[in-house]
């Protein structure tokens, strides 16, 4: 689950945001000198299905980007495991809550949000994003 108290706009900096991954992982969005992509998404989203491999791609491919996915709008837990199961994710997975959906003003799935290495917010987009697309998103120019 992650917390935070105030309303992320862009340009401003994701501090203190503390989760817990799915595997049990305490866990923090803290600089970290990598470039961070926050992805949010429902397991019954069907872009997000299309979508996620070329998530996964871009983690396995660039020791400089850190990932972290976050579940909202699932109906079961149970959902978000097998939505992890089926597309075999090595990146740690969040269970989302209504405030942080409000706070990240998520409309619609998947939503992306790029953190630079001091997690500023640079960049964000929604819907469907071709590997190419995902790491050109995380480039500071």
């Not at 299309?50 to 660039?62: K, Y």
């Not at 079961?76 to 942080?100: C, D, M, R, W």
Request: charged share 15%; aromatic share 12%; glycine share 4%.
């Amino acid at each position: 689950m992650l917390s935070k108290d105030t309303v992320i706009e862009n340009n401003s900096v994701a501090e203190g945001i503390k989760y817990q991954t799915t595997t049990g992982e305490l866990r923090s969005v803290s600089a970290s000198g990598k470039t961070t992509i926050l992805y949010f998404f429902a397991p019954w989203c069907q872009i997000c299905h299309a979508s996620i491999s070329n998530l996964q791609s871009v983690f396995e491919n660039n020791a400089h980007i850190d990932v972290i996915a976050i579940a909202l709008d699932f109906s079961s837990e149970k959902a978000v495991y097998n939505f992890i199961s089926q597309h075999q994710l090595t990146f740690p997975v969040v269970f989302g809550t209504e405030q942080l959906k409000q706070q990240y003003a998520i409309t619609a799935y998947p939503s992306y949000y790029v953190l630079d290495m001091n997690n500023k917010i640079t960049a964000r987009s929604l819907g469907y994003s071709t590997e190419l697309g995902l790491y050109l998103r995380t480039l500071t120019l």
